[in-house]
């Protein structure tokens, strides 16, 4: 299978679980009848989502700082690829403990989502559709969206807390 093929079939992985959380959120919100009942781990997953497509649109149309190395034209900083999976899977690894008990699990999804994300991070090179600039701005991205939403959910933890006081 061709490297190009291997990324494009991971990014619809990772949308397909990013769906699952999704229809979790959404079946939490009509079973418990409120908003405010769903676990804010889902409910919070959406900010680093929208930050995600608010730089894609400023790299992709009006900032171009890299061209793809294929001589397309196209830009290609951050590589998308490596941004969606890399945001979607680091969202996952938070949120999964809440639901999944067991640490031996943990660890086999945390190592296959990683080595996923490896996949994509060096096929996005070899198929030249990216620079490494491009696949490490991608990764840059995805860990300040996720450290955007570490600390959302830390800030509404810390206030629950506080209230409990």
């Known amino acids: 299978m061709e490297w190009k093929k291997a990324t494009d079939i991971i990014l619809i992985a990772s949308l ?30 959406p900010i680093p989502l929208v ?18 190395p294929n001589g397309s034209g196209e830009s290609s900083f951050p590589s998308t ?14 949120i999964l403990p809440k639901y999944i008990r ?23 090179i070899l198929s030249d559709m990216h620079w490494l600039s491009d696949v490490i701005g991608g990764l840059a991205f995805a860990a300040i969206f996720t450290e955007i939403y570490y600390l959302c959910l830390k800030k509404i933890k810390f206030k629950k807390e506080k209230k409990d006081v």
């Open 16 to 45: 397909a679980a990013l769906a699952v959380f999704v229809i979790l959120g959404l079946c939490q919100w009509i079973s418990r009848k409120s908003l405010k009942k769903v676990d804010k781990r889902l409910l919070f997953a």
């Open 51 to 68: 930050l995600m497509v608010v730089i894609y649109f400023i790299f992709d149309k009006f900032l171009v700082l890299n061209t793809r």
């Open 81 to 94: 690829h490596v941004m969606v999976v890399a945001t979607i899977f680091f969202i996952v690894a938070i």
């Open 102 to 124: 067991s640490k031996v699990a943990l660890a086999i999804l945390d190592i296959v989502m990683l080595a996923l994300l490896s996949i994509v991070c060096v096929g996005r």
